[in-house]
């Protein structure tokens, strides 16, 4: 017997090392909120535009005041630090009938991009030099243009998608001359999509662009110069059924090990994504003029594209496609995506696709139709049932992130569950960082919180995760965030996030205040 203890006493001793020995799991991360800055404005009476400046690790903010009288609002420019500290201010002076569009940056200068709204034609941009604050304003005349959608600067000059005669094409605004020129090798009838990368290492500007013969989707590559030539073209294509619809493209300096171009692609609808493509371009061509690199991955067959759904829902999808497939026959997905640029990540890049769905709502009343966006280079018609539905805005249901080499092989994917994320215009929501252990943190801001998930490649991890917005510097306030509108989040300097929007804050002493909101977001 006491041979016995001693044995079972030796195991279990060994059997405590073994368990010590084990790696110990991550550490959890938890976002940071060490600066925050507040403007005293108020949602009915002012309008915030946030333009964070790489370069610098700085911010620049547009504010808008309405004030007495018809058009007589007014604007100011305002630089804030790395730590949300006032650099300058400046006034801009603007005739009442320009409204704002579009902001972007270059280097240490920022642009501003101004329609009017007697004149659609009629533009305004406003370059800031962030280091100055000196503002130039330059007026253009197009004469053609009607809805703008997108805005990136590339050497100086602005590339605006515009839409023209129902064709999407790129205005090019030289502000060096004050001249403007239409792109005539950027030209395709709606509906289409388009994806632009200002290579500013490479001074080039890179195009991709979705055609259709009504059968058949193909992308045509498009590659400008700084001012707007065209060095080349060529077509990205398959030789199956499948149509490829959109795509982000890769640097051209970053393009030793192969150049990616990643996407989605359709079996029919071109609205409708069946799943995922990757090539790379310098892998060349078939004799047929398919690319011999091009590669497909079904939304079917994602380790957890379907995380969105309950797990019984998912295994039933899961369970009907495997049949199909043994019947070779596909199941069809009918899922709307709206990609983001490439991130380089490790030996290759991150692909962040947000799936997001129309919405609508129904009346009584009689209807009319409704000509709206579903992406700035792509277009949907708004259709009723029973004659009553009107276009209401979109929801955001999940973000997919994948992991790509350069050669295009996929190497893991992973899901951002959504909560109830709505959009009147659809714009980019889902943030992505870098941890400082390798591993990658995705985050959006809704409402109050930020909910975020800490992403290591293709391992299961919590999308239930967020903290509440802080409203102040100091642990000890007692104060809480009671309305928070018009929010945010913009990817900073470094591995920081910039959350903003317009607040009322109920402190527990002292009056409540309405403010404007920066605040400092990072994950360390």
Same mark, same amino acid.
């Given at each position: 017997?006491?041979?016995?203890?001693?044995?079972?006493?030796?195991?279990?001793?060994?059997?405590?090392?073994?368990?010590?020995?084990?790696?110990?799991?991550?550490?959890?991360?938890?976002?940071?909120?060490?600066?925050?800055?507040?403007?005293?404005?108020?949602?009915?009476?002012?309008?915030?535009?946030?333009?964070?400046?790489?370069?610098?690790?700085?911010?620049?903010?547009?504010?808008?005041?309405?004030?007495?009288?018809?058009?007589?609002?007014?604007?100011?420019?305002?630089?804030?630090?790395?730590?949300?500290?006032?650099?300058?201010?400046?006034?801009?002076?603007?005739?009442?009938?320009?409204?704002?569009?579009?902001?972007?940056?270059?280097?240490?200068?920022?642009?501003?991009?101004?329609?009017?709204?007697?004149?659609?034609?009629?533009?305004?941009?406003?370059?800031?030099?962030?280091?100055?604050?000196?503002?130039?304003?330059?007026?253009?005349?197009?004469?053609?243009?009607?809805?703008?959608?997108?805005?990136?600067?590339?050497?100086?000059?602005?590339?605006?998608?515009?839409?023209?005669?129902?064709?999407?094409?790129?205005?090019?605004?030289?502000?060096?001359?004050?001249?403007?020129?239409?792109?005539? &090798?950027?030209?395709?009838?709606?509906? /289409? %999509?388009? #994806?632009?990368?200002? *290579? =500013? @290492?490479?001074? !080039?500007?890179?195009?991709?662009?979705?055609?259709?013969?009504?059968?058949?989707?193909?992308?045509?590559?498009?590659?400008?110069?700084?001012?707007?030539?065209?060095?080349?073209?060529?077509?990205?294509?398959?030789? &199956?059924?499948?149509?490829?619809?959109? /795509? %982000?493209? #890769?640097?051209?300096? *970053? =393009? @030793?090990?192969? !150049?990616?171009?990643?996407?989605?692609?359709?079996?029919?609808?071109?609205?409708?994504?069946?799943?995922?493509?990757?090539?790379?371009?310098?892998?060349?061509?078939?004799?047929?003029?398919?690319?011999?690199?091009?590669?497909?991955?079904?939304?079917?067959?994602?380790?957890?594209?379907?995380?969105?759904? =309950?797990?019984?829902?998912?295994?039933?999808?899961?369970?009907?496609?495997?049949?199909?497939?043994?019947?070779?026959?596909?199941?069809?997905?009918?899922?709307?995506?709206?990609?983001?640029?490439?991130?380089?990540?490790?030996?290759?890049?991150?692909?962040?696709?947000?799936?997001?769905?129309?919405?609508?709502?129904?009346?009584?009343?009689?209807?009319?139709?409704?000509?709206?966006?579903?992406?700035?280079?792509?277009?949907?018609?708004?259709?009723?049932?029973?004659?009553?539905?009107?276009?209401?805005?979109?929801?955001?249901?999940?973000?997919?992130?994948?992991?790509?080499?350069?050669?295009?092989?996929?190497?893991?994917?992973?899901?951002?569950?959504?909560?109830?994320?709505?959009?009147?215009?659809?714009?980019?929501?889902?943030?992505?960082?870098?941890?400082?252990?390798?591993?990658?943190?995705?985050?959006?801001?809704?409402?109050?919180?930020?909910?975020?998930?800490?992403?290591?490649?293709?391992?299961?991890?919590?999308?239930?995760?967020?903290?509440?917005?802080?409203?102040?510097?100091?642990?000890?306030?007692?104060?809480?965030?009671?309305?928070?509108?018009?929010?945010?989040?913009?990817?900073?300097?470094?591995?920081?996030?910039?959350?903003?929007?317009?607040?009322?804050?109920?402190?527990?002493?002292?009056?409540?205040?309405?403010?404007?909101?920066?605040?400092?977001?990072?994950?360390?």
């Amino acid at each position: 017997m006491k041979h016995l203890s001693s044995l079972l006493l030796s195991i279990w001793l060994l059997a405590a090392n073994s368990v010590g020995a084990q790696p110990a799991p991550p550490a959890p991360y938890t976002p940071a909120q060490n600066g925050r800055l507040e403007l005293e404005l108020q949602e009915y009476s002012a309008e915030v535009e946030v333009q964070p400046i790489l370069q610098d690790s700085s911010v620049l903010l547009l504010v808008k005041q309405d004030e007495p009288g018809i058009r007589n609002d007014t604007y100011q420019l305002q630089k804030y630090n790395h730590r949300l500290q006032p650099v300058w201010k400046n006034k801009l002076d603007l005739a009442g009938e320009f409204q704002f569009q579009r902001f972007c940056a270059e280097g240490t200068t920022a642009y501003a991009l101004f329609q009017s709204s007697y004149v659609e034609h009629r533009l305004m941009v406003a370059a800031v030099d962030g280091s100055t604050g000196r503002v130039r304003t330059v007026q253009f005349d197009t004469k053609l243009t009607r809805d703008i959608y997108d805005l990136k600067a590339l050497a100086g000059n602005l590339f605006v998608t515009v839409l023209v005669d129902n064709h999407l094409t790129i205005l090019l605004l030289d502000l060096a001359t004050g001249k403007h020129q239409f792109l005539p &090798s950027v030209y395709e009838p709606l509906p /289409a %999509q388009l #994806s632009f990368l200002a *290579d =500013s @290492a490479a001074q !080039r500007a890179e195009f991709v662009l979705s055609q259709s013969n009504g059968f058949k989707n193909r992308l045509q590559l498009k590659h400008l110069s700084a001012g707007g030539t065209l060095l080349t073209s060529e077509f990205v294509q398959a030789e &199956s059924e499948r149509g490829l619809i959109s /795509a %982000q493209i #890769s640097p051209a300096t *970053d =393009s @030793a090990e192969g !150049r990616l171009l990643a996407g989605t692609y359709t079996l029919r609808d071109p609205r409708y994504s069946q799943g995922l493509f990757a090539a790379d371009l310098t892998a060349g061509v078939t004799p047929s003029g398919s690319r011999r690199s091009l590669r497909f991955y079904d939304f079917a067959n994602l380790k957890h594209f379907f995380d969105f759904m =309950s797990p019984n829902r998912a295994s039933r999808l899961r369970q009907r496609s495997e049949k199909m497939r043994a019947a070779d026959r596909v199941l069809r997905l009918r899922y709307r995506t709206l990609m983001h640029d490439l991130v380089p990540f490790e030996d290759g890049y991150v692909m962040v696709a947000e799936i997001y769905f129309p919405h609508y709502r129904y009346n009584s009343y009689s209807p009319s139709l409704v000509y709206n966006p579903y992406y700035y280079s792509a277009y949907d018609r708004a259709s009723w049932a029973s004659g009553n539905r009107n276009f209401d805005g979109y929801r955001v249901t999940h973000a997919l992130i994948c992991g790509f080499d350069k050669r295009g092989n996929l190497l893991w994917d992973n899901t951002l569950v959504m909560k109830n994320v709505e959009l009147r215009d659809l714009t980019e929501t889902v943030r992505l960082r870098k941890l400082p252990d390798g591993r990658l943190a995705a985050s959006y801001l809704q409402n109050d919180k930020i909910y975020y998930k800490v992403i290591d490649r293709a391992a299961p991890s919590p999308n239930d995760l967020s903290v509440n917005l802080t409203t102040s510097a100091l642990p000890s306030a007692r104060e809480k965030a009671t309305n928070t509108t018009q929010e945010g989040l913009l990817t900073w300097y470094g591995n920081r996030l910039l959350a903003y929007g317009f607040q009322h804050v109920r402190a527990e002493r002292g009056p409540d205040r309405d403010v404007f909101f920066l605040n400092t977001v990072s994950f360390e």
